[in-house]
């Protein structure tokens, strides 16, 4: 088994780079993950409270980002942005870019999903109480957002950390990229992409396992959210 796993060597190619890979996949996926949370809950919070131009721009970036192919943002993150600003952008920082920009249009709804299961009146209660409306927000709201949401906002950064296997077209070394590199230089496929779904499969059973430690965290911050 292991003589037909390793061919003699022949996947030193993908051994050498697979961590390299694995390292790139996890910080573009993360960073973008990291960045679409933060502006997921600033477009929720002005979706429910902003006034309705702004309600309704968040509706059409929303619809717009979900109604497009990834690959294509990513293309005009790399391909149409920096000549149209006059800026330079490396091909990570592209990829970073596309996947935040994509993945905040998602979990803008999952949070507002989430803050719908919230009863009305503990905003009002929170308010009659002599709370400003941030602290509404960050005290009574957010909280039991984040509570709620933890399950699907785990589920969006799986379907993330596999969606970046699409910055191989613009030439960043991720996973993908170097399973098909080192798939061109052996002629050995199938054993390079089966080491690289078991790769995959590590990544996202890690995540899932830190997704259900926060989850318990919650659940002790939280002992009367259901």
């Not at 910080?27 to 990291?34: L, R």
């Not at 600033?42 to 497009?68: D, E, K, N, Q």
């Amino acid at each position: 088994m292991i003589d037909w796993f390793t061919d003699h060597g022949a996947l030193k190619p993908f051994f050498d780079g697979v961590l390299q890979g694995a390292g790139v996949t996890l910080y573009t996926s993360s960073s973008a993950f990291v960045i679409g949370l933060l502006l997921g809950v600033v477009l929720m919070v002005i979706r429910v409270a902003g006034g309705p131009i702004l309600r309704s721009l968040v509706i059409v970036y929303v619809s717009a980002m979900r109604g497009m192919p990834l690959l294509i943002q990513l293309l005009i993150a790399y391909y149409v942005l920096p000549p149209l600003l006059g800026i330079n952008i490396s091909p990570i920082a592209a990829g970073i870019l596309a996947l935040a920009l994509n993945t905040t249009a998602y979990v803008s709804e999952i949070l507002r999903g989430a803050l719908s299961t919230i009863p009305l009146g503990q905003a009002a209660s929170a308010r009659a109480l002599g709370m400003r409306p941030w602290q509404v927000w960050r005290f009574v709201l957010l909280p039991q957002i984040f509570h709620r949401a933890v399950p699907p906002l785990t589920n969006e950064y799986t379907v993330l950390l596999k969606a970046s296997s699409l910055l191989s077209i613009i030439a960043v070394t991720e996973l993908a990229t170097v399973a098909r590199n080192a798939s061109l230089q052996s002629d050995l496929p199938l054993q390079i992409f089966a080491a690289t779904a078991a790769v995959y499969f590590v990544m996202l059973w890690c995540a899932s396992s830190v997704s259900r430690r926060i989850e318990r965290h919650f659940s002790g911050l939280l002992p009367n959210v259901h």
